[in-house]
């Protein structure tokens, strides 16, 4: 794993019209290369509008961004967002266009020639354990869960380094949401990817992720190793929220210990 | 088959093809400024109310009006290129349809266009970016092929509008199925109305089908009917555009105004034309002070109007002068001030007349105008369109002191019906009119003189003064046409049994005519 940063937030702010406070103040977050790093937080917390300021489809009052050492106000806004993958909850596949044709889009976008994006299509869902024959079909023809396979391939099909998730599984049921998860896990580490990933779901973050950042009220309360979080934290809302994962974790344990007998206990 | 059909028939392939090219240009002109309308709209909220309002408001304006509308405003504008380029533009026929139907087609798919771009899901847009799309590939892309079908059901309900109201382009001129139904009321010729009709509502009904497949395929993403929509589109516009192919020489543009009369004497004057191997084209049923300006800015190039009609209209003279003092100043002023040529005489006299049902007047003992006077407040008038906003209505009031009980306005046909059944007392007839001796109707007398005379006269164009091929071809027409003549070619036309054609009577006519003297 690199240790140079490749995503760099330097005293961001941004305030929303209407809005009494800041929904980002004053923050600043690195992030190395090859790194799973999971936001995690209360709704309102900021940690969209934060993976959003990534990739520019929200532009910050004030504060710099780099992506692998680049000033992204500096660059064309749409060739930013070329080079990082981007995947959210509502996937956002278009209807119109078939699987192949969403899969591919990016590359089509900066103009590849017709056989390679169709290789790649095929390459990429054999990746997201897709039939190839998907590529024909249209998004509403594919469950949930496949529709978000295709969204991840769609993601990744340009090549990112980074790839950016919003909430990606949440509208999956339990099973799908957790294979799903491990999936991408592992395509993260075969690609070398970095990861940034909101999420609600705590105990995810802390089964997937390297680091966890935990936001409140526009801010950083801490930011560490799943591991290190889960022993305690000074910060009441950061151990609150670490304490759950932890405490469903121990019931589990005590429960399937004491399950042979105490199923005929009564 | 009937010979009503038939005729109407005959007529339809170019009704029809004029009607297909003016629906489907305005429609066409319409989306291509709409659309990018829409598109703005929905990009700047502040731009959406005004540009909806407006085009909200010139769906108010009845069809009829929105048309006529057009005539003065490109009249003023021809003057003007006139005056800068030295070159005028056309205020009559297809321009002026044109522009009318497509202001009129743009609402709904300006309404469509910005509800369907502004109703698309805020996922897709921020995926669109999320991918790295440029506003402009967005659109292209993503925001118009998701609003598609929206958009298309606008274009749809357009097309049906357009091909209705284009019905109402033929009293400025532009040839439509409208004509049918405009000559057909005008002569009481109920086929001919049926068949424009039923026409129209075909086109309209086959067009929002095709549309309708268009619609589907772009809705379901189903390429096949999406391309039988469109091929089956293409094919029935160019197939209905066949017959216009075969025009285009160089034609001569004869004029109407909107009754029977007129229509005879337009394919009487056709008739004389294609004698003498002229081209021809007709355009009926135009406005009396329309059809003045549309010669004198050439969009016509001959027809026949009435002496007394042109001294108070055009010349705005109160004046009583003998007919032939009036004639010859006529023709003089004319020519001076409009350049228009007044070629002379037909022969008959087409008067405004007050009439009565014959029992009705030998009960009051009403013999003339004058006699008239003491009944008129007891009594209904049943006027023409225009005859009360007439310079010589005022001049009869004061003349004789007349004040009717009420004074209601019809279409001719409708006028004659109107005394018929009672509905009317007095009517203000033309004393050609067949029906006057059909229905045994009187003529009040005129002891005042306060209504002019109106001669049939025959006016030739500005740019057609010097013509001599014409003025030939029109030289049997001079003097040839007695009352008694022209009141029997009425009444061919006017009459509910054995009802002929205008064209049939106009052949009536030019068996009469006696042969030119050279």
């Known amino acids: 794993m690199g240790t140079e940063p490749v995503i760099e937030i330097d005293r961001m702010t941004k305030s ?5 406070s800041p929904a980002v103040h004053d923050l600043s977050l690195s992030i190395e290369g090859g790194r799973f790093v999971a936001l995690v937080g209360a709704s309102g917390s900021g940690k969209t509008t934060t993976l959003k300021t990534i990739n520019r489809l929200i532009e910050p009052d004030s504060g710099e961004i780099r992506v692998e050492g680049e000033r992204i106000r500096a660059m064309n806004a749409p060739a930013l967002r070329r080079r990082i993958g981007y995947v959210f909850q509502d996937i956002g596949l278009f209807p119109h266009l078939r699987v192949g044709e969403n899969i591919g889009i990016t590359p089509q976008l900066l103009g590849w020639d017709a056989k390679a994006i169709n290789n790649r299509v095929a390459e990429l869902l054999d990746l997201v354990a897709l039939p190839r024959g998907y590529a024909m079909r249209f998004p509403d023809a594919l469950s949930g869960g496949e529709r978000q396979r295709a969204g991840v391939a769609r993601a990744i099909a340009a090549r990112p380094r980074i790839v950016l998730m919003d ?20 395509l993260h580490e075969r690609l070398q990817l970095t990861t940034v990933m909101v999420t609600h779901d705590v105990q995810q973050a802390v089964l997937l992720a390297d680091q966890i950042v935990v936001m409140g009220a526009g801010r950083i309360l801490a930011q560490d190793t799943p591991r290190a979080l889960l022993g305690g934290h000074q910060h009441p809302d950061v151990a609150a929220l670490m304490a759950m994962p932890k405490r469903q974790a121990e019931q589990i344990a005590a429960l399937l210990e004491t399950a042979p007998g105490a199923s005929n206990h009564g | 088959m009937d010979e009503r059909i038939a005729g109407a028939l005959h007529l339809l392939p170019n009704y029809l093809a004029q009607h297909v090219l003016l629906s489907a240009s305005a429609l066409m002109l319409g989306v291509l400024i709409s659309l990018p309308l829409a598109i703005l709209a929905s990009r700047y909220k502040g731009l959406r109310w005004p540009t909806l309002a407006t085009a909200g408001l010139v769906q108010t304006i009845p069809g009829l009006a929105l048309l006529a509308l057009f005539y003065p405003l490109l009249l003023g504008l021809s003057q003007v290129t006139t005056a800068v380029f030295g070159v005028g533009i056309p205020a009559l026929g297809f321009l002026p349809s044109l522009l009318a139907l497509t202001l009129y087609s743009m609402l709904p798919i300006l309404r469509n266009g910005v509800a369907g771009l502004t109703g698309l899901n805020p996922a897709l847009i921020e995926a669109a970016n999320g991918v790295g799309m440029t506003p402009r590939q967005r659109l292209l892309q993503v925001e118009l092929p998701l609003a598609a079908p929206v958009l298309m059901a606008g274009i749809r309900t357009a097309a049906v509008w357009t091909i209705g109201a284009a019905t109402l382009s033929t009293p400025i001129g532009q040839t439509s199925l409208g004509n049918f139904i405009f000559s057909g ?6 086929v001919l109305v049926l068949v424009g009709c039923a026409a129209a509502a075909l086109l309209a009904l086959i067009v929002d089908q095709l549309l309708g497949l268009i619609e589907a395929g772009l809705a379901r993403r189903q390429r096949r009917r999406l391309g039988v929509g469109l091929v089956g589109l293409g094919v029935a516009i160019a197939a209905a555009l066949v017959p216009l192919k075969s025009q285009g020489q160089s034609t001569y543009v004869i004029g109407t105004k909107n009754f029977a009369e007129q229509f005879i004497l337009g394919e009487l004057v056709g008739e004389l034309l294609e004698r003498q191997g002229l081209g021809v084209d007709h355009k009926d049923n135009l406005g009396s002070a329309t059809i003045f300006r549309a010669l ?19 010349l705005k003279r109160h004046d009583l002068l003998a007919d032939d003092a009036m004639l010859a100043e006529l023709t003089r002023a004319l020519r001076e001030r409009y350049g228009a040529l007044v070629l002379g005489r037909l022969g008959f006299e087409n008067a405004y007349v007050l009439a009565m049902r014959a029992d009705r007047a030998s009960a009051l003992g009403v013999r003339t105008i004058a006699d008239l006077a003491a009944y008129a407040p007891q009594l209904t008038l049943g006027s023409d369109l225009e005859f009360l906003s007439r310079p010589e209505w005022t001049a009869l009031q004061r003349a004789y002191g007349l004040k009717f009980r009420a004074e209601r306005s019809f279409n001719p046909t409708f006028m004659y019906r109107a005394i018929e059944e009672g509905e009317a007392d007095v009517i203000t007839a033309f004393s050609t009119d067949g029906r006057i001796a059909a229905q045994k109707l009187v003529v009040l007398g005129d002891p005042k003189r306060a209504i002019l005379a109106y001669d049939a006269v025959v006016l030739i164009a500005p740019r057609r003064v010097a013509d001599s091929r014409l003025k030939q071809a029109l030289a049997p027409l001079i003097g040839a046409l007695s009352t008694d003549l022209m009141r029997e070619a009425n009444l061919m036309v006017d009459r509910d049994t054995d009802k002929m054609s205008p064209k049939q009577a106009a052949q009536f006519l030019a068996a009469h005519l006696r042969k030119p003297a050279s």
């Open chain 2, 185 to 190: 009321l005008q002569t009481e010729n109920w």
């Open chain 1, 167 to 186: 909430e990606p599984f949440g509208a999956l049921d339990p099973v799908t949401r957790d294979a799903l998860g491990w999936a991408y896990r592992r």
């Open chain 1, 16 to 20: 929303y019209a209407g809005a009494r």
């Open chain 2, 296 to 314: 004198v800015s050439n969009d016509i190039d001959v027809y026949v109007d009435y002496s007394g009609t042109l001294w108070t209209n055009v």
